[in-house]
Antibody, heavy 126, light 110 residues
């Protein structure tokens, strides 16, 4: 079955970086885009960016430009999300979510996030 | 990119219907038929309930339906059940390979 398994919880100090992994199984890794979405405590879901595992191209939400880097390793079917210059407001659960390519908009997903990883809690605290 | 606007909460008794609105702009909800809805129980991964405005993935009960008019999309839950109590989020494609979520709505079954 299709499964996304994320790395474990992290505790980081302000100013540090964190790298979260998302290992995919049960489907052809390079045939689907992957998104990263986060949810801060008491807040809603927030889209961070998308990566095309096939070529590695990425697009990030403006809010995270310059601080986030999404990469992939096709040999292990794993995507990574690294967030730098962490601050307390980055404390959140981070999710990866699979998305098929859009048949209408080249280079984009279909906005059909399914499935999601189990989430990774990142805590930023001094 | 501003979050799409959803009501903070809606409630209904078992068997009733509730509708959640999701208001955006012509640059997101109004501009594309790529609106999806997610059910999120605290501590669990979100679950896709509706995609392409009104399509249901296999396994999602037909009590869940979606629609769109102009810049506002809607999710209707008919025949409300206790297990439907959760947070619900809309999400829209916003062009230029970007996406935006709604503010989220807590559904309470009375």
């Amino acid at each position: 079955q299709v499964q996304l398994v994320q790395s474990g919880a992290e505790v980081k100090k302000p100013g540090a970086s964190v790298k979260v992994s998302c290992k995919a199984s049960g489907y052809t890794f390079t045939s689907y885009y992957m998104h990263w979405v986060r949810q801060a405590p008491g807040q809603g879901l927030e889209w961070m960016g998308i990566i095309n595992p096939s070529g590695g191209s990425t697009n990030y939400a403006q809010k995270f430009q310059g601080r986030v880097t999404m990469t992939r390793d096709t040999s292990t079917s794993t995507v990574y999300m690294e967030l730098s210059s962490l601050r307390s407001e980055d404390t959140a659960v981070y999710y990866c979510a699979r998305d098929p390519p859009s048949p209408n908009y080249y280079g984009s997903g279909s906005n059909k996030f399914d499935p999601w990883g189990q989430g990774t809690l990142v805590t930023v605290s001094s | 990119q501003s979050a799409l606007t959803q009501p903070r909460s809606v409630s209904g008794s078992p068997g009733q219907s509730v509708t959640i609105s999701c208001t955006g702009t012509s640059s997101d909800v109004g501009g594309y038929n790529y609106v999806s809805w997610y059910q999120h129980h605290p501590g669990k991964a979100p679950k896709l309930m509706i995609y392409d405005v009104n399509k249901r993935p296999s396994g999602v009960p037909d009590r869940f339906s979606g629609s769109k008019s102009g810049n506002t999309a809607s999710l209707t839950i008919s025949g409300l059940q206790a297990e439907d109590e959760a947070d619900y989020y809309c999400c829209s494609y916003a062009g230029s390979y970007t996406y935006v979520f709604g503010t989220g709505t807590k559904v309470t079954v009375l």
